[in-house]
T-cell receptor, first 112, second 112 residues
Framework: KAGVTQTPRYLIKTRGQQVTLSCSPI?????VSWYQQTPGQGLQFLFE???????NKGNFPGRFSGRQFSNSRSEMNVSTLELGDSALYLC???????????FGPGTRLTVT | GESVGLHLPTLSVQEGDNSIINCAYS??????FIWYKQESGKGPQFIID?????DKRQGQRVTVLLNKTVKHLSLQIAATQPGDSAVYFC???????????FGTGTRLKVLA
């Protein structure tokens, strides 16, 4: 089975721009979660989607948004980028219940 | 607020010895826990999980212990190998929240 894939792997953007990151979950998995990882804050939960519905959202500003498509693929968008948004963005998928959650390799976003 | 923390940010062990990585959690309602391993440049890798109705769970060379009384979680790695060198995270979840809260991580260094 193919693992969780994330595209792009690396991204450099300028302050004020917006960015869209993509995540394809493991086949059959319907839950996709997004996390931001930084050296200072560690792994922070952004949001979780299941069957195209957001079930929970972390404590991030409204500039961070996401969505999930009918094939379970998910995208997250960050608008009006700030320097502090530079981070590794990780996507994780699971079958939907509270069980094993598998992570992708992440997208490294650098905001200059 | 909710938090999951680790006692030791860096742990150095001799190859072949057993390793013990600790984690404290503050939310007594947490009822599902996962240990992850993250190698440089990669996303977190699922190691083992445990639910609150268990005190101990064993996998291949790994054992997770859960002490709900003191809200403590530990990961034991038997016969530590150089390939075990990585950062280890614990994560906790509460029923109905659909999110995981991650600890700050412990770096395990295996000495030859």
């Amino acid at each position: 089975k193919a693992g969780v894939t994330q595209t792009p792997r690396y991204l450099i953007k300028t302050r004020g721009q917006q960015v869209t990151l993509s995540c394809s979950p493991i086949s059959g998995h319907r839950s996709v979660s997004w996390y931001q990882q930084t050296p200072g804050q560690g792994l922070q939960f952004l949001f979780e989607y299941f069957s195209e519905t957001q079930r929970n959202k972390g404590n991030f500003p409204g500039r961070f948004s996401g969505r999930q498509f009918s094939n379970s693929r998910s995208e997250m968008n960050v608008s009006t980028l700030e320097l502090g948004d530079s981070a590794l963005y990780l996507c994780a998928s699971s079958s939907g219940g509270r069980n094993e959650q598998y992570f992708g390799p992440g997208t490294r976003l650098t905001v200059t | 607020g909710e938090s999951v923390g680790l006692h030791l940010p860096t742990l150095s062990v001799q190859e072949g010895d057993n390793s013990i990585i600790n984690c404290a959690y503050s939310n007594s309602a947490s009822d599902y826990f996962i240990w992850y391993k993250q190698e440089s440049g990669k996303g977190p890798q699922f190691i083992i999980d445990i639910r609150s109705n268990m005190d101990k769970r064993q996998g291949q060379r790994v054992t997770v212990l859960l002490n709900k009384t003191v809200k403590h979680l530990s990961l034991q790695i038997a016969a530590t190998q150089p390939g075990d060198s990585a950062v280890y995270f614990c994560a906790e979840s509460t029923s109905g929240t659909y999110k995981y809260i991650f600890g700050t991580g412990t770096r395990l260094k295996v000495l030859a």
